[in-house]
């Protein structure tokens, strides 16, 4: 079966504020981070082998929304967003997961030791997951 993780993001209806969950570890990786030395998969090699069983995005919002202390319908699973990344544990899927709610849950995340940054907060962030937040940007801001 696939590891996989989620990143979380808020975006501002109003005025498109893109403000990213970044965990009490440190990572933007849900819920745990990434191993060392991990790096993203390039697209055109994200062919899934016939033998690897993977976790239905949905199932996965249960199980986050859960964790959080939120309604699943306080989020949504980005379906154009997919990553991969090699890691010394294998591979992770990586999902790009939206919270629908009008303002940021600044209480859930408070409640996880978690907190809300814009992109431009995420410089100390190891290079995988940087370029990670690059892509889950750029689709937000462009789809």
Do not use: W
Not at 12 to 38: H, I, K
Not at 65 to 86: I, T
Not at 115 to 136: C, K, M, N, S
């Amino acid at each position: 079966m696939s590891d996989t993780r989620l990143i979380f993001y808020h975006k501002q209806n109003t005025s498109a504020r893109l403000r990213f969950l970044v965990f009490e570890s440190g990572s933007v990786c849900a819920f745990e981070p990434l191993p060392s030395l991990s790096q993203v998969v390039d697209e055109c090699l994200d062919v899934e082998p016939d033998d690897t069983v993977v976790v239905h995005p949905a199932q996965l919002v249960l199980d986050a929304a859960n964790r959080l202390g939120m309604a699943p319908d306080c989020m949504k699973v980005e379906s154009e967003y997919r990553a991969r990344v090699d890691s010394c544990d294998g591979q992770v899927q990586i999902y790009l997961t939206g919270f629908t709610t009008i303002d940021p849950p600044f209480a859930q995340a408070q409640d996880i030791n978690a907190q809300f940054i814009d992109l431009t907060q995420a410089r100390g962030l190891p290079d995988v997951e940087l370029e990670l937040l690059r892509r889950a940007y750029e689709h937000v801001m462009t789809g």
